[in-house]
């Protein structure tokens, strides 16, 4: 099973439980043998880094920016991650929640 995801960054305010989070999604994204990288940046480099994504996650502590995201970059898909898989690094829901949300 392959999954057809291939820009996507995750949005965080510190980056240290993110960066888990990023290496166990792209171990996982590995193991299925997908050709998509999770990258992850702060919110405060959004504006220079989200041009070359098409999916941008936010994390659960920056979350709080979705509404203004989703109207601010129209031409990308922002999702939150649910907490409850952000705190377990569960990548394969979060892999799951991209393929039911990504409009």
Known sequence: MT?????????????LTTGCFVEKLN????F?????LFPGNW???IEEVSKKYEIILLTPQVSYYCALLQNKFKNQVVLKI???IFV???AI????YLKINNN
């Open 3 to 15: 999954y057809q995801f291939k820009k996507i960054l995750l949005i965080c305010s510190g980056g």
């Open 27 to 30: 171990e996982t994204i590995q």
């Open 32 to 36: 299925i043998k997908s050709k998509c």
């Open 43 to 45: 919110i405060e480099k």
């Open 82 to 84: 649910p907490t409850r």
């Open 88 to 90: 377990t690094y569960d």
């Open 93 to 96: 829901k979060l892999i799951d």
